[in-house]
């Protein structure tokens, strides 16, 4: 009875906390509606299939397609588990991803980072949250309230639909945490570094006897400064999680609310003087670039961002019968923002400007789907078809004001404190944004499962009110995608795939002589093949890839410039990555990218240039190791290469190669009362190494992080 009334307790907390999201649905209109995605469970959450040793797990969520085990799925794919996230001491979403050698770092400011998939740039906005685009926070990327992160590598319409930002490398999904039957998930852990930043964070999660409700609590806060100088963060975050279990459905509730703010961020360097055929600047020539130093600041001061975030999702799903299943969801998000930030350039001379922005920005996004699975089989051959619906739809509320570019030396105490960003959040309606769509796609297998194949299109509408020039972008795609996976033996699978990315085009403005064309969107085309091993201690997996992506490029005819979509950038590359334990308590995880990226179709003065921001090589390697003398105690280190880039696409300079080194140990043992107790301690970038990031998006880079350590405590009861 007592038990009966805890889980009573549980569900009346579920329903106070998703109230507000209750109210606050009701402020949308029914033309905000946002999409994308399709997320069908082929198992209770609580399967996940893990690798041994726990840090990847075999399953992964690949949209339209719903849940799948790699070894059947013709698509290279990471799952990083909760344990992966909690032993890196993972506190933002670049963190876990970095245990990825396809992903590369392009964070330009302690407020704001970005990272790149197969030499493709992506950020946070275009993170999916449980198969839905622009339901994620769209500004933060701290990780406390997920469970697993998916790095899905190579272009993907066809499973996510196009993305909010257009990001075309890959895509990063975020499973939310959720009560786990049989695993005690009440834990408090305390979490001290990174600088001087102190956390605190409480999980709570219960099912009931029969396993179907479950209740899953986040609540974390953290105050202090950075490793940066005078830089300082302070987060306030609660995520819930409700899930219920039925014989013939499946009901999911998930949402979240965080206040981010950060003062002093750190920023990237720009370079100024930039011309058709390189950076003109005398200084770099006879002085080299900047060194880095991890201790100089980029970012002014009085500088700041704060950000309110509040989302939501529910889905419900139903069989029909064991051959068809209806599936729904509906997702919201509102942001806040208020941001006053800088651009700080180096000029020729050796001297520095800067430039202030301040931007108040509110976000508006709804997100829904709906569609049907079916199962059947004609003669001997398996199909699984899938038709989903979709709409993704957001508006922004912004108010702009940008400054000149000013001398540092112009720059007095109380420049920034003086500057003019006292808005309201009455802003204007900047620009609204459609994304509808619908696939279908069928999933062919043979009866012995040796042969499966994919074949399906997605037809993407995309509409774009631009409010300020009173301009509309209006056009649709359509992305065909095929793909085949022969599994020679219980151990190995082959696989290759044609896939397409897309991206919203241009819509021309009086700079060109085609004033007002509409571009057509912009395809990125992938050709793939590769092989996968599980030999039952650990998975790996070799692929080999070609992607071609369209943009603009700049024609001159009869003497005026008309701006086009003939521009190219062609990636060619080669992974492996391998995670599991080879023996009893050894861990190995790691991964190798070899990555060709080169302007294929551009301006005459770079064509066949590297893409800047782009290194060659990229890799990573962690080692865990029980020690069996002390009970309890493990040990790890992690190495990180990452090869020389360059800053700008003309090849002119470039940031040279580095390797850090990480260490760091584990200790699990009984503490007060007999509760399990986890101490964890991590040292990263041990040798204080310095280093630069090139930028792939614009001239500039940013420093890297020296060293800094990570403390912290947890206790689960």
Wanted: glycine share 10%; aromatic share 12%.
């Amino acid at each position: 009875m007592k038990k009966q009334q805890q889980y009573r307790n549980w569900l009346c907390a579920a329903l106070l906390v998703s109230l507000p999201f209750t109210g606050y649905a009701a402020e949308y209109q029914l033309d905000d509606i946002v999409v994308t995605g399709v997320r069908v469970h082929e198992a209770p959450i609580s399967e996940h299939n893990e690798v041994p040793g726990g840090q990847v797990a075999r399953t992964a969520d690949y949209g339209v397609l719903g849940n799948r085990d790699t070894m059947t799925t013709p698509f290279n794919a990471t799952t990083f588990t909760d344990k992966t996230i909690t032993d890196i001491q993972a506190s933002n979403i670049t963190d876990v991803i970095a245990m990825d050698a396809s992903t590369n770092n392009q964070t330009l400011s302690g407020a704001s980072q970005a990272w790149a998939i197969r030499g493709f740039r992506a950020q946070q906005q275009d993170v999916s949250f449980n198969g839905l685009h622009g339901i994620a926070p769209r500004f933060y990327t701290g990780v406390e309230g997920i469970d697993r992160v998916e790095v899905l590598k190579g272009a993907s319409a066809l499973l996510y639909g196009m993305s909010p930002n257009g990001s075309v490398g890959g895509n990063v999904n975020y499973v939310p945490k959720r009560a786990k039957q049989g695993e005690n998930q009440n834990s408090i852990k305390f979490t001290y570094g990174d600088g001087h930043q102190f956390g605190q964070q409480i999980d709570l999660g219960e099912r009931t006897a029969d396993n179907k409700w479950g209740v899953h609590f986040t609540g974390y806060h953290t105050n202090g400064s950075t490793s940066f100088k005078d830089e300082k963060i302070n987060t306030n975050s609660a995520f819930l999680g409700v899930d219920r279990q039925g014989s013939h459905s499946r009901f999911y509730l998930d949402a979240g609310y965080v206040y981010n703010n950060i003062e002093n961020p750190q920023y990237r360097l720009q370079f100024s003087g930039i011309t058709n055929t390189k950076i003109q600047n005398n200084y770099i020539d006879q002085n080299g670039l900047p060194k880095a130093d991890h201790n100089a600041k980029y970012g002014l001061p009085d500088t700041y961002r704060h950000v309110t975030e509040k989302f939501g999702v529910a889905r419900y799903e139903y069989d029909f019968s064991k051959h068809l299943t209806g599936f729904a969801a509906l997702g919201m998000r509102e942001t806040k923002m208020d941001y006053v930030y800088n651009d700080l350039r180096y000029q020729a001379n050796g001297n520095t400007q800067y430039r202030l922005h301040n931007n108040n920005h509110i976000n508006k996004a709804i997100s829904a789907e709906a569609g049907l699975k079916g199962r059947f089989q004609t003669g001997s051959v398996k199909h699984e078809v899938t038709g989903v619906a979709t709409r993704l739809a957001w508006k922004r509320y912004m108010t702009n004001e940008t400054g000149e570019w000013t001398a540092m030396n112009k720059l007095t105490a109380n420049t920034v404190s003086n500057y003019d960003h006292s808005y309201g959040w009455g802003a204007a309606l900047n620009d609204s944004n459609l994304l509808t769509g619908v696939a279908l796609t069928d999933v062919i297998s043979t009866k012995d499962d040796k042969w499966t194949f994919v074949v399906g299109g997605r037809y993407q509408h995309i509409k774009q009110n631009l409010n300020k020039t009173g301009k509309t972008y209006k056009e649709h795609a359509f992305s065909p995608a095929f793909a085949v996976v022969h599994k020679l033996n219980d151990r190995t699978s082959v696989y290759a795939n044609y896939m397409q990315g897309l991206t919203a085009g241009d819509l021309v403005d009086n700079n060109y002589a085609n004033d007002g064309e509409v571009l057509a969107p912009y395809k990125t085309k992938q050709f793939e093949v590769g092989a996968k091993f599980n030999t039952g201690k650990y998975l790996t997996t070799v692929s080999a890839f070609q992607m071609e992506q369209a943009g603009t490029l700049v024609e001159t005819r009869n003497g005026r410039e008309y701006l086009t979509s003939g521009g190219k950038v062609r990636n060619r590359g080669l992974e492996v990555s391998v995670a599991g334990e080879p023996r009893e308590g050894t861990r190995v995880m790691g991964s190798v990218m070899f990555l060709n990226s080169k302007y294929h179709k551009s301006l005459a003065s770079y064509e066949g240039n590297d893409v800047m921001g782009t290194p060659r090589w990229q890799a990573v390697a962690r080692v865990e190791q029980d020690i069996k003398s002390v009970e309890g105690l493990s040990v790890n280190l992690r190495a990180n290469y990452q090869g020389p880039s360059y800053i700008d696409q003309w090849n002119t300079y470039k940031v040279g190669g580095r390797v850090t080194w990480d260490l760091g140990a584990r200790y699990e043992f009984k503490g007060f009362g007999g509760h399990p107790m986890t101490l964890r301690a991590d040292v990263y970038n041990v040798f204080n190494k310095d280093y630069w990031n090139a930028m792939s998006n614009n001239p500039a880079v940013y420093v890297g992080k020296g060293r800094t350590a990570v403390v912290s405590l947890e206790t689960k009861f």
